[in-house]
Protein backbone atom coordinates (compact mmCIF):
# COMPACT_ATOMS: atom_id res chain seq x y z
CA UNK A 1 0.00 0.00 0.00
CA UNK A 2 0.68 3.54 -0.72
CA UNK A 3 2.30 5.58 2.40
CA UNK A 4 2.58 9.68 2.68
CA UNK A 5 5.55 11.31 4.81
CA UNK A 6 5.79 14.84 5.38
CA UNK A 7 8.52 16.17 7.72
CA UNK A 8 9.17 18.00 9.92
CA UNK A 9 5.44 17.77 11.60
CA UNK A 10 5.55 21.37 13.26
CA UNK A 11 8.36 24.58 12.71
CA UNK A 12 8.33 27.83 14.22
CA UNK A 13 10.64 29.83 12.33
CA UNK A 14 11.76 33.81 12.45
CA UNK A 15 10.52 36.31 9.87
CA UNK A 16 13.39 36.30 7.32
CA UNK A 17 14.70 32.89 7.81
CA UNK A 18 14.55 30.08 5.29
CA UNK A 19 12.53 27.17 5.07
CA UNK A 20 12.62 23.51 3.71
CA UNK A 21 10.09 21.35 3.83
CA UNK A 22 10.08 17.68 2.35
CA UNK A 23 7.83 15.23 1.23
CA UNK A 24 8.32 11.62 0.20
CA UNK A 25 5.72 8.93 -1.38
CA UNK A 26 6.66 4.96 -0.66
CA UNK A 27 4.53 2.20 -2.82
CA UNK A 28 3.57 3.72 -5.88
CA UNK A 29 5.91 4.87 -9.21
CA UNK A 30 5.63 8.25 -10.84
CA UNK A 31 3.13 9.57 -8.64
CA UNK A 32 1.73 13.27 -9.59
CA UNK A 33 3.00 15.48 -6.39
CA UNK A 34 1.18 18.56 -5.33
CA UNK A 35 1.58 20.99 -2.43
CA UNK A 36 -1.05 22.94 -1.00
CA UNK A 37 -1.35 25.46 1.88
CA UNK A 38 -4.13 25.41 4.44
CA UNK A 39 -4.91 29.01 6.46
CA UNK A 40 -7.14 28.43 10.02
CA UNK A 41 -10.58 27.51 9.07
CA UNK A 42 -10.02 27.96 5.43
CA UNK A 43 -10.16 25.40 2.49
CA UNK A 44 -7.15 24.31 0.84
CA UNK A 45 -5.15 26.53 -1.61
CA UNK A 46 -2.89 24.87 -4.69
CA UNK A 47 0.97 25.91 -4.57
CA UNK A 48 2.91 23.97 -6.82
CA UNK A 49 2.01 20.44 -8.58
CA UNK A 50 4.53 18.38 -10.29
CA UNK A 51 4.29 15.32 -13.29
CA UNK A 52 7.62 14.56 -13.07
CA UNK A 53 11.29 14.67 -11.71
CA UNK A 54 12.35 18.41 -11.66
CA UNK A 55 8.81 19.21 -13.57
CA UNK A 56 6.83 21.93 -11.44
CA UNK A 57 4.19 24.38 -12.15
CA UNK A 58 3.28 27.21 -9.81
CA UNK A 59 -0.32 28.09 -9.01
CA UNK A 60 0.21 31.14 -7.00
CA UNK A 61 2.82 33.46 -7.45
CA UNK A 62 4.76 33.92 -3.86
CA UNK A 63 8.42 33.80 -2.07
CA UNK A 64 7.95 30.02 -2.33
CA UNK A 65 9.37 27.51 -4.53
CA UNK A 66 8.95 23.47 -4.77
CA UNK A 67 11.38 20.99 -6.34
CA UNK A 68 11.03 17.24 -7.35
CA UNK A 69 14.64 15.71 -7.43
CA UNK A 70 13.73 12.14 -7.02
CA UNK A 71 10.42 10.57 -8.39
CA UNK A 72 8.38 10.29 -4.99
CA UNK A 73 10.40 13.25 -3.39
CA UNK A 74 9.14 16.53 -2.92
CA UNK A 75 10.52 19.64 -1.52
CA UNK A 76 8.50 22.95 -0.35
CA UNK A 77 11.34 25.71 0.18
CA UNK A 78 11.52 29.34 0.89
CA UNK A 79 14.81 31.85 0.95
CA UNK A 80 13.30 34.42 3.10
CA UNK A 81 10.14 33.54 5.51
CA UNK A 82 7.14 36.15 5.68
CA UNK A 83 4.91 36.73 8.31
CA UNK A 84 1.97 35.72 5.92
CA UNK A 85 3.63 32.17 5.41
CA UNK A 86 1.97 30.52 8.84
CA UNK A 87 -0.35 28.03 8.01
CA UNK A 88 -0.53 24.34 7.80
CA UNK A 89 1.55 22.69 4.69
CA UNK A 90 0.31 19.33 3.29
CA UNK A 91 1.94 17.45 0.39
CA UNK A 92 -0.42 14.73 -1.75
CA UNK A 93 -0.09 12.66 -4.29
CA UNK A 94 -2.44 10.94 -7.20
CA UNK A 95 -2.02 8.33 -9.87
CA UNK A 96 -0.39 10.25 -12.96
CA UNK A 97 -2.74 8.67 -15.69
CA UNK A 98 -6.29 7.18 -15.76
CA UNK A 99 -9.56 7.63 -14.03
CA UNK A 100 -8.62 7.28 -10.12
CA UNK A 101 -7.16 11.01 -9.68
CA UNK A 102 -8.16 11.07 -5.96
CA UNK A 103 -5.69 13.12 -4.32
CA UNK A 104 -4.15 11.36 -1.13
CA UNK A 105 -2.90 13.72 1.68
CA UNK A 106 0.28 13.18 4.12
CA UNK A 107 -0.11 14.24 7.69
CA UNK A 108 1.37 17.88 7.17
CA UNK A 109 3.67 20.80 8.37
CA UNK A 110 2.52 23.07 10.89
CA UNK A 111 4.33 26.80 10.31
CA UNK A 112 4.25 29.63 12.66
CA UNK A 113 6.41 32.36 11.17
CA UNK A 114 6.92 34.89 14.00
CA UNK B 1 -16.48 34.26 -8.35
CA UNK B 2 -16.32 30.79 -6.26
CA UNK B 3 -16.46 28.02 -8.02
CA UNK B 4 -17.11 25.53 -4.99
CA UNK B 5 -19.05 26.39 -2.39
CA UNK B 6 -20.07 24.06 0.78
CA UNK B 7 -22.76 25.04 3.06
CA UNK B 8 -23.28 25.43 6.09
CA UNK B 9 -19.84 26.38 7.05
CA UNK B 10 -20.49 25.21 10.47
CA UNK B 11 -23.41 22.05 11.53
CA UNK B 12 -23.93 21.11 14.94
CA UNK B 13 -26.31 17.88 15.23
CA UNK B 14 -26.82 16.07 18.31
CA UNK B 15 -25.82 12.07 18.29
CA UNK B 16 -28.66 10.36 16.22
CA UNK B 17 -29.81 13.32 14.44
CA UNK B 18 -29.66 13.10 10.66
CA UNK B 19 -28.72 15.44 8.11
CA UNK B 20 -26.74 16.75 4.65
CA UNK B 21 -23.87 18.43 3.76
CA UNK B 22 -23.82 20.81 0.57
CA UNK B 23 -21.17 21.13 -1.92
CA UNK B 24 -22.47 23.22 -4.97
CA UNK B 25 -20.57 24.00 -8.35
CA UNK B 26 -21.33 27.15 -10.80
CA UNK B 27 -18.43 25.69 -13.73
CA UNK B 28 -19.33 22.95 -16.33
CA UNK B 29 -17.09 20.32 -17.59
CA UNK B 30 -16.89 17.86 -14.13
CA UNK B 31 -14.70 15.34 -14.78
CA UNK B 32 -14.86 14.53 -10.85
CA UNK B 33 -16.39 14.89 -7.48
CA UNK B 34 -14.44 13.80 -4.28
CA UNK B 35 -15.34 14.20 -1.02
CA UNK B 36 -12.94 14.31 2.17
CA UNK B 37 -12.52 14.14 5.76
CA UNK B 38 -10.59 16.57 7.65
CA UNK B 39 -9.37 16.18 11.99
CA UNK B 40 -7.94 19.01 13.59
CA UNK B 41 -4.34 18.97 12.79
CA UNK B 42 -4.24 16.11 10.12
CA UNK B 43 -4.89 15.74 6.18
CA UNK B 44 -7.38 15.60 4.97
CA UNK B 45 -8.80 12.05 4.40
CA UNK B 46 -10.23 10.38 1.08
CA UNK B 47 -14.01 9.23 1.37
CA UNK B 48 -15.62 9.09 -1.96
CA UNK B 49 -15.53 9.70 -5.64
CA UNK B 50 -18.30 10.64 -7.68
CA UNK B 51 -18.17 11.14 -11.84
CA UNK B 52 -21.73 11.75 -12.73
CA UNK B 53 -25.24 12.69 -11.75
CA UNK B 54 -27.16 10.00 -10.06
CA UNK B 55 -24.25 8.58 -8.51
CA UNK B 56 -23.83 7.57 -5.03
CA UNK B 57 -21.52 6.22 -2.85
CA UNK B 58 -22.19 4.84 0.56
CA UNK B 59 -19.43 4.59 3.41
CA UNK B 60 -20.93 3.30 7.18
CA UNK B 61 -23.34 6.54 8.15
CA UNK B 62 -22.34 8.81 4.92
CA UNK B 63 -23.94 8.58 1.65
CA UNK B 64 -22.43 10.78 -1.11
CA UNK B 65 -24.95 11.86 -4.07
CA UNK B 66 -24.27 14.02 -7.30
CA UNK B 67 -26.39 16.04 -9.62
CA UNK B 68 -25.51 18.01 -12.41
CA UNK B 69 -24.99 21.41 -9.85
CA UNK B 70 -24.14 20.14 -6.48
CA UNK B 71 -23.78 17.11 -4.11
CA UNK B 72 -24.67 16.17 -0.99
CA UNK B 73 -23.17 14.14 1.91
CA UNK B 74 -25.73 12.81 4.04
CA UNK B 75 -25.11 11.35 7.25
CA UNK B 76 -27.40 9.32 8.94
CA UNK B 77 -27.50 8.45 12.64
CA UNK B 78 -24.24 10.49 13.59
CA UNK B 79 -22.23 9.36 16.62
CA UNK B 80 -19.49 11.98 17.80
CA UNK B 81 -16.57 10.14 16.24
CA UNK B 82 -17.99 11.85 12.93
CA UNK B 83 -17.36 15.41 14.18
CA UNK B 84 -14.52 16.84 11.72
CA UNK B 85 -14.58 19.18 8.78
CA UNK B 86 -15.76 17.83 5.55
CA UNK B 87 -13.92 18.79 2.26
CA UNK B 88 -15.47 18.28 -1.44
CA UNK B 89 -13.02 18.84 -4.06
CA UNK B 90 -13.73 19.18 -7.96
CA UNK B 91 -11.78 17.51 -11.46
CA UNK B 92 -12.54 20.01 -14.13
CA UNK B 93 -12.59 18.93 -17.79
CA UNK B 94 -9.30 21.66 -18.57
CA UNK B 95 -7.55 21.41 -15.42
CA UNK B 96 -5.96 17.92 -15.92
CA UNK B 97 -5.47 16.23 -12.29
CA UNK B 98 -5.93 19.15 -10.51
CA UNK B 99 -8.21 19.64 -8.13
CA UNK B 100 -10.51 22.84 -6.61
CA UNK B 101 -11.61 22.64 -3.29
CA UNK B 102 -14.06 24.03 -1.42
CA UNK B 103 -14.45 26.09 2.01
CA UNK B 104 -15.40 22.87 3.99
CA UNK B 105 -18.27 22.38 6.60
CA UNK B 106 -17.27 21.77 10.35
CA UNK B 107 -19.39 19.68 11.83
CA UNK B 108 -19.69 18.87 15.55
CA UNK B 109 -22.20 15.77 16.73
CA UNK B 110 -22.68 15.76 20.30
CA UNK B 111 -23.61 12.93 22.88
Known amino acids: SQTIHQWPATLVQPVGSPLSLECTVE??????LYWYRQAAGRGLQLLFY??????ISSEVPQNLSASRPQDRQFILSSKKLLLSDSGFYLC?????????????FGPGTRLTVT | EDQVTQSPEALRLQEGESSSLNCSYT??????LFWYRQDPGKGPEFLFT???AGEEKEKERLKATLTKKESFLHITAPKPEDSATYLC????????????FGGGTRLMVKP
Open chain 2, 50 to 52: LYS
Open chain 1, 50 to 55: SVGIGQ
Open chain 1, 27 to 32: GTSNPN
Open chain 1, 92 to 104: AWSHGSGRAVEQY
Open chain 2, 27 to 32: VSGLRG
Open chain 2, 89 to 100: ALRWRNAGNMLT
